[in-house]
């Protein structure tokens, strides 16, 4: 069983840096991946890892956010620069296997991700 615990979160100033981090344990899997909600609106998919390396990212984050992982330290990060106060929301990390077409591949779909953490919040002041 996977276990994921975020931490990190904090409140900025637009224009600001945070970097929040998940402490994974358990068994690995192929995508790892950072969500976010805001209140009132719907889980998005904000990045994610292949257990490859292969990287993607929302457009919204394009340019400010990066994600990465130590597996030496078992923690997947997103360091976020440039904040903006739409930025603002739920973070949560989670792993998944993915998909299946041909060969192996992650989404930014949530339904995609089976292992979920518990939140850490961001928010953005303007």
């Known amino acids: 069983q996977v276990q994921l615990v975020e931490s990190g979160g904090g409140s900025v100033q637009a224009g600001g840096s945070l970097r929040l981090s998940c402490a994974t344990s358990?068994?690995?899997?192929?995508?790892m991946g950072w969500f976010r909600q805001a209140p009132g609106k719907e889980r998005e998919g904000v990045a994610y890892i292949r257990s490859d390396g292969r990287i993607s990212y929302a457009d919204s984050v394009k340019g400010r956010f990066t994600i990465s992982q130590d597996n030496s330290k078992n923690t997947l990060y997103l360091q976020m620069n440039t904040l903006k106060p739409e930025d603002s929301a739920m973070y949560y990390c989670?792993?998944?296997?993915?998909?299946?077409?041909?060969?192996?591949?992650?989404?930014?779909?949530?339904?995609?991700?089976?292992?979920w953490g518990q939140g850490t919040q961001v928010t953005v002041s303007s």
């Open positions: 989670a792993s998944g296997p993915g998909r299946v077409f041909v060969t192996r591949y992650c989404t930014l779909d949530e339904n995609d991700y089976r292992n």
């Open positions: 358990g068994d690995s899997t192929y995508c």
